[in-house]
């Protein structure tokens, strides 16, 4: 099985991935990590080539990694706004959406220029205007969703487990 975390950046998918992946003895790969050491930096794609071509870029990483059994996949952000990628994840497995408030990213976001969709615009305005757009389908490709605020890794992916073995 494959388990997708998904969610807005800033919602701690990389942590609780690696206490998942602890938990569980299954290898948590960072889609935008593998992305990063095949292609360079994210935010040089963005600027160089654009969101599309990043987000096909996404797309082919998934499908590679979807080959891969008893792995969790902390997918980038908007990887999930692709219907197929969608379907090629739940055929494969679970998606757990990782739910933050708009306060909990602004906290975690509002220092880290490696995000280049934060790149050019006030922080707190953007991240609700992704917020905005993106929640209802987070919500709605989910299998399961956890709420993260105001809790640390291990108790969110000791959730996760909990969850997953009902």
């Known amino acids: 099985m494959i388990l ?7 919602a701690g998918k990389t942590t609780v991935g690696k206490k998942l992946a602890d938990i569980t003895d299954m290898q948590c ?3 935008d990590a593998v992305i990063e050491e095949k292609y360079g930096k994210i935010t ?8 599309e071509y990043f987000r096909a870029l996404e797309t082919e990483t998934v499908q590679s990694l979807c080959e891969k ?5 902390s997918v980038g ?9 969608v379907e090629l ?6 998606i757990v959406y990782l739910r ?15 995000r280049p969709l934060l790149k050019g615009e006030d922080v707190e305005k953007r991240i609700e205007k992704l917020l905005c757009a993106r929640a209802d ?5 989910a299998d399961y969703t956890i709420d993260v605020d105001g809790k640390n890794p291990e108790t969110i992916a000791l959730e996760i487990v909990k969850n997953i073995k009902k």
């Not at 059994?69 to 996949?73: A, F, G, H, M, P």
């Not at 994840?89 to 679970?94: D, N």
């Not at 389908?137 to 490709?141: A, G, K, L, T, W």
Request: proline share 0%; with cysteine.
């Open 69 to 73: 059994d008893e792995v969790i996949l």
């Open 29 to 31: 790969v960072d889609t």
């Open 137 to 141: 389908i987070y919500e709605r490709v």
């Open 100 to 114: 933050a408030k708009k306060e909990t990213l602004v906290q975690r976001l509002r220092l880290d220029d490696s």
């Open 44 to 51: 040089d794609i963005f600027d160089k080539y654009g969101e």
């Open 77 to 85: 952000g908007g990887l999930v706004l692709r219907k197929a990628n």
């Open 89 to 94: 994840l739940k055929s494969v497995g679970k």
């Open 4 to 10: 997708t975390l998904c969610g807005m950046m800033g």
